[in-house]
């Protein structure tokens, strides 16, 4: 055995013996081809006799390496092309795992052997932390609302009777089993993994004929033994799925894919809490999800589909521009904020929030003004952005007691503010204004300071823009 898997190491540059299970990928086999190595095999053609006889000893050789892969429990398929040369007759197109008669409950991990970069970018995506579990801000709301993520048969309501309409986007895998132990399954605690997005198969809508809304699974078809994807394949991911991957462009390379989780979620009491969906079609136009969200780099969807819980993402829809004009012994300022996106200014939960700072200063640094001393929320509202719940009384309220919307001062779609100030010019050389966003509202923050990571506490600068005083 080992004097043969030299042979083959010398004649085609290939040691088998420390061969990966599955054998020889066509990503591999490709960078073979590109590799030195692969030139012995052209030298020695004479060698052997003559290209026809080479080329028939080089197909014994090949056939036999096929036996030693099948010894090695490899599970080999031929990928043919007539435009090549006999060697893609070896390119192995599959997966060593055992065949799923259920996609359902495939772990991510499963997927990671083949697709390694998209997996590590998901792995560090707040999709793949979407659970109570892992998720700090979900998780302190879901175990006051709905109860502990790790025990089976929990139920939310008055009644205690229905299933958390939660874990149908934020656990997708336990959503489709009625289940709510979300450490119970590997699939369950990796929220939306790679078969939460690559198992639908068609979008209905979120809203419901009668009334009401289809959140999450609810708002697609899903298919348990076939795979889909934005290109199909027949020979790829056989164990997941008779015929390989199922071709789906219309969802997957559409707002389709997204619009389940993030178009509309109301209250129980109908009060609108996320609504992206909503507000990119009051906008209109034709942008994806995926355009911003999946970016296409290198021939590779990105997976790590940053967004609101990044303030370097959410930055990139910010322009601010600041002017001063002196007029005697006044500075009139005038701070522009332009949202460049197709939905508000930030979206998502109705948490979110962003605030503007305005400062003067004197050719020393010194602050000579500031628009707030303490926070916009409190003594600068026209520089807050903010969606706003509350109750009968017309007091902010949390998400599941909210009965009202009380306001909405976040920017529209390709909206414009202007915010304007008069600041005593004695001694001003630079005004600097900056932009900040937040995942909460500062009453929050006060509230829950002590039971979340700072990180997610801390006010994010998205945008500055500085003006000279002549």
């Given amino acids: 055995m080992q004097s043969f898997n030299s042979l083959v190491k010398t004649l085609i540059g290939l040691d088998y013996s420390d061969a ?57 398929q031929s990928f ?28 991510a991990r499963e997927c990671s052997g083949c697709h390694g ?17 892992k998720d700090p801000i979900h998780g302190l709301f879901y175990n ?53 997005c690559h198992a639908l198969t068609e979008f209905k809508g979120t809203k419901k004929k009668g009334g009401g809304l289809n959140l999450g699974m609810k708002a697609y078809k899903y298919s348990s033994n076939q795979l889909q994807g934005s290109k199909g394949t027949s020979l790829l991911h056989q164990e997941f799925g008779k015929g390989g991957v199922a071709n789906n462009p219309d969802l997957f390379r559409t707002s389709k894919a997204c619009l389940g989780c993030h178009d509309q979620r109301n209250n129980s009491k109908k ?67 332009t949202n460049l996106l197709p939905h508000n200014f930030p979206t998502g939960t109705p948490f979110r929030n962003f605030f503007i700072t305005v400062t003067a200063l004197d050719s020393s640094g010194s602050v000579l003004w500031q628009s707030s001393k303490t926070h916009p929320i409190k003594d600068d509202k026209k520089a807050m952005f903010m969606y706003i719940i509350g109750g009968d009384d017309n007091k902010p ?12 001062t976040r920017l529209k779609p390709n909206e414009t503010r202007v915010l304007n100030y008069e600041i005593p010019a004695d001694g001003v050389v630079i005004v600097v204004a900056k932009a900040y966003y937040d995942l909460l509202l500062p009453p929050l923050k006060d509230k829950f300071y002590s039971k979340l ?12 823009a500085i003006v000279v005083v002549k």
Wanted: overall charge positive; glycine content about 8%; some cysteine.
């Fill in 397 to 408: 309220a949390p998400p599941p007691k909210a009965t009202k919307v009380l306001g909405d």
């Fill in 271 to 337: 009060v609108p809490l996320c609504q992206t969906g909503g507000e990119i079609m009051t906008a209109g136009g034709s942008t994806t999800c995926q355009s911003c969200h999946m970016p296409v780099i290198d021939g590779i969807s990105n997976h790590t589909m940053v967004g609101g819980h990044s303030a370097k993402m959410v930055g990139k829809g910010l322009a601010m521009t600041i002017s001063a004009t002196k007029i005697s012994s006044v500075l009139q300022v005038k701070v522009n904020a």
């Fill in 117 to 133: 970069q998209i997996y590590k970018q998901w792995e560090g995506s707040i999709h793949a932390q979407s659970t109570a579990l």
């Fill in 453 to 464: 990571p700072r990180r997610l506490l801390e006010s994010k600068e998205i945008a500055k």
């Fill in 80 to 107: 043919m092309n007539s435009t090549e040369s006999v060697v893609d007759n070896i390119i192995d197109f599959s997966n060593n795992n055992e065949s799923h008669p259920s996609i359902d409950n495939v772990s």
């Fill in 20 to 76: 990966h299970p599955r054998i020889l990928s066509a990503n591999k086999y490709v960078n073979i081809r590109k590799n030195k190595k692969y030139s012995n095999f052209a030298k020695l053609l004479p060698r052997l006799g003559g290209f026809k006889m080479g080329m028939i000893k080089y197909l014994l050789i090949v056939s036999a390496v096929s036996l030693l892969a099948l010894q090695a429990q490899a599970n080999t």
């Fill in 144 to 196: 006051m609302v709905v109860g502990n993520p790790r025990v089976e048969g929990v139920r939310m309501g008055k009644k205690k009777n229905k299933y958390p309409v939660c874990l149908q986007c934020h656990s997708p895998a336990a959503a489709k089993e009625g289940k709510t132990q979300l450490n119970a399954k590997k699939s369950f605690s990796e929220g939306v993994n790679c078969i939460a």
